[in-house]
């Protein structure tokens, strides 16, 4: 029986060969890339309905983070504050700006503003904002310098890597309570941060859970 | 004398093959199925059923993946339920295949050449139908690609718990899907040139060119193919014993009552390979009565197959006999609670179908006439798959619904989407077992051959002993001359 594939059909399986395997290669990179969660999540800045500038607020005027999300050290939940909390001042303040018609809106009709969630954990992960708040985790940890921020904009992955790593070494992550919402603390007298956190284990007992029902409960 | 000599042929060495048939006939015959002028209307009209179900799998594991596995039936206590029993099922349906193809290839069984093919064919689809139920029951099988295999990721940030016999399920059952198709594969390229060879030019000719490797049929292709095939026989060996095992480990490494024994890696195997066997019964003779195939697949084929199916039967009731035996002997009260109420309790009579389907039932094989009645093993085929997955079923829902606390007692029912999975899995292995009958050679065209020379020498010794022995008449009233 004559060969019924002319001979140069063997150089083009060979090069094929290659060539499929060195681009499957560099597919999976890419899309092993492209799909983690540290380029997928970080950096999600959705536009919200008032322009409030975090910057202004708690890093100009210094509020403590605390004033608005006022739940924290008690909840699993940090609130968003109701209206009610924002003309606690604009009452009195800025009463005439235009960024602010939303609020005053919300306030006189009692709808609530809709604001639009930025860190958001997947509803299989079970989280407490009080337990991290009161072991020592400042906010700045795992939403970093939001005083810094315009828009509220995330910056860490908040996925399964991120929360094992401080669950596995929470010490570099600690430190006194009363400094958990001073999102430029740096430890006094340029002591090491994670010596101070090995001191705030042994005196509080830490030991974040590192088996599945930690938080997959 | 005459009468005795045939009687000696009949019994010794009854026919693999019809007696009249030459190598050219079994090649043509073999390949006529893939080269229907006009597909028959009867293939399409089982194909639009199957791959209904087929449809029906997807829309049922769609509407699993959007809503969450609670679609299923199996909560607290019995946190498995149908979804394991189907994938135990399906996983045990496919050891025949390797069975038939790599262990009685090293016995030397020659008769497995008739059915090997379609054995192995099987083997690939039940390993898919499995696979998509423990993979499906995570929730999210995308993401289960890093919960399954050790891939380093930025997701999880922790490898996987060696220590679990679901995750040597993992490799287990991988490795017997990556070696089966491999061993298929290999089988096939020589029957692949052959059609190639008989094709007329175009896609078909195109198509089965490619999938065969440019063989040719020298020796040195034979040489080394016969080398590879024994190499992945040898390493599917293994496998046959391995899975299965490593699957009863899902279960035997617990603490369960009914779940925590001994027995059970060798009663899982002799299951398997029982209900392997029926499978391939079933498809066999649907195959063999639809296609005509009555003198490749002989009487003496099923016969052996119906004696195999005897002997894992009496593996499997021995062990129902020992795990009742040991719960007494255990004198432990769990395990005494547990068996009890496997025969008098709420799910007594999936107990009894079990026990009638796979201990009763095939004793009828005992009786030759019945290991050589068509109608018969049909039926025992299809009743020891019954009672195989009935089986399944009480060591996982059975064990899994009277906890240690009678406070956590429950009673599993499926739901319709339950029911509609493991239909839709039906669609999906027939959809692929016709698309297979369809389009590759449903018997191993090369192996049949190779019985054809020891038959055709038997034939040929008879013949010189009739012409010793006898006249001439006699050799004429034997068809021989």
């Known amino acids: ?27 999976i990179a890419v899309f092993a890339y492209a799909t983690s969660p540290s380029v997928l999540k970080t950096g999600y800045q959705p536009v919200q309905p ?3 500038s975090h910057k202004l607020h708690a890093g100009n005027m210094g509020m403590d983070c605390y004033y608005c999300h006022y739940t924290v050290y008690k909840a699993a939940y940090a609130a968003i504050p109701p209206t009610q909390v924002c003309m606690n001042c604009h009452a009195k303040v800025k009463t005439d700006s235009p960024l602010l018609e939303k609020v005053r809106e919300s306030y006189a009709t009692g709808q609530p503003v809709q604001w639009v969630r930025v860190h958001k954990l997947a509803d299989y992960v079970y989280f407490n904002h009080s337990a991290h708040i009161n072991s020592g985790v400042s906010c700045v940890s795992c939403h970093g310098r939001v005083d810094q921020m315009l828009e509220v904009r995330q910056v ?14 929470p010490a570099p992550n600690l430190r006194p309570v009363q400094y958990v919402t001073k999102l430029d603390w740096t430890p006094p007298n340029g002591e090491d941060p994670a010596v101070i956190g090995r001191r705030i284990i042994a005196e509080k007992h830490i030991s974040p859970p590192v088996n599945c029902s930690g938080c997959h409960r | 004398m005459a009468d005795l000599a045939s009687v000696i042929r009949e019994e010794c060495n ?41 449809l029906l799998l997807l829309a049922m594991l769609t509407y699993l993946v959007s809503t969450g596995i609670g679609v299923w039936g199996n909560n607290s206590p019995a946190g498995w339920a149908w979804d394991i029993t189907n994938f135990v099922w399906w996983i045990g349906i496919g050891h025949a295949g390797t069975l038939i193809s790599a262990i009685l290839f090293l016995l030397r069984q020659k008769w497995r050449t008739a059915i090997n093919r379609a054995a192995e064919a099987m083997t690939i689809f039940a390993v898919a139908c499995a696979a998509i139920f423990p993979l499906f029951h995570t929730g999210r099988p995308w993401r289960a690609v890093y919960w399954l295999f050790p891939i380093p990721n930025t997701y999880l940030h922790m490898w996987q718990n060696y220590r679990s016999p679901l995750e040597w399920d993992v490799f287990a059952v991988s490795t017997y899907g990556t070696v089966s198709i ?27 060119g490619i999938f065969s490797l440019g063989w040719r049929g020298s020796s040195t292709h034979w040489k080394h193919y016969e080398k590879a095939y024994m190499i992945l026989a040898g390493i599917s060996t293994p496998l046959v014993l391995s899975v299965h095992t490593i699957v009863s480990f899902d279960f035997a490494v617990s603490v369960i009552p ?5 027995v059970f890696p060798p009663y899982f195997v002799g299951g398997a390979i029982f209900s392997g066997f029926a499978m391939v019964m079933t498809l066999l003779l649907l195959s063999r009565w639809a296609l005509h195939l009555e003198n490749i697949i002989t009487m003496r084929h099923l016969e052996v197959m119906n004696k ?6 009496m593996i499997v009731g021995y062990s129902y006999g020992t795990e009742f035996f040991i719960a007494w002997y255990s004198g432990d009260i769990y395990e005494r609670f547990h068996f009890f109420n496997r025969i008098t309790g709420p799910y007594w009579w999936a107990w009894w179908t079990m026990c009638i389907c796979n201990v009763v039932i095939p004793q009828f094989f005992w009786v030759k006439k019945m290991r050589r009645n068509i109608a018969v093993m049909f039926i025992i085929s299809i009743t020891t798959n019954i009672g195989m997955w009935f089986e399944r079923f009480v060591i996982i829902v059975l064990s899994l619904h009277r906890d240690f606390l009678p406070s956590s007692w429950g009673y599993f029912r ?10 839709g899995t039906f669609g999906l292995f027939l959809t692929l077992y016709l698309l297979f009958v369809k389009f590759l050679p449903m018997i191993a065209i090369g192996e049949v051959k190779s019985t054809l020379s020891a038959q055709n020498h038997v034939e040929h010794v008879y013949a010189h002993y009739l012409e010793t022995y006898e006249g001439a008449e006699t050799k004429e009233t034997h068809g021989l001359a």
Not at chain 1, 12 to 26: E, F, H, M, R
Not at chain 2, 414 to 423: A, I, N, Q
């Open chain 2, 414 to 423: 499926p739901t319709w989407v339950d029911v509609c999975t493991y239909l």
């Open chain 2, 308 to 313: 195999v199916i005897l002997a894992t039967s």
């Open chain 1, 156 to 169: 860490k992955p908040l996925n399964m890597f991120f929360c094992l790593e401080c669950h596995r070494n």
């Open chain 2, 182 to 208: 491999l061993f298929w594969y290999t089988g096939l390229i020589p029957d692949l040139a052959t059609l190639r060879d008989r094709s007329p030019n175009g896609l078909r000719k195109v198509m089965y």
């Open chain 2, 258 to 262: 009914g779940w925590h024994t001994t």
């Open chain 1, 1 to 27: 029986m004559a060969a019924f594939f002319p001979k140069i059909v063997d150089k083009y399986v060979q090069i094929g060969g290659i060539l499929s395997t060195v681009g499957a290669v560099i597919g």
């Open chain 2, 14 to 54: 009854p026919p693999m093959l019809s007696r009249d048939m030459s190598y050219h006939d079994i090649t043509d015959q073999i390949s006529s199925v893939t080269e229907w002028k006009k597909t028959p209307k009867q293939w399409w009209i089982l194909i639009t059923i199957t791959s209904s179900l087929l």
């Open chain 1, 50 to 52: 008032v322009p409030y």
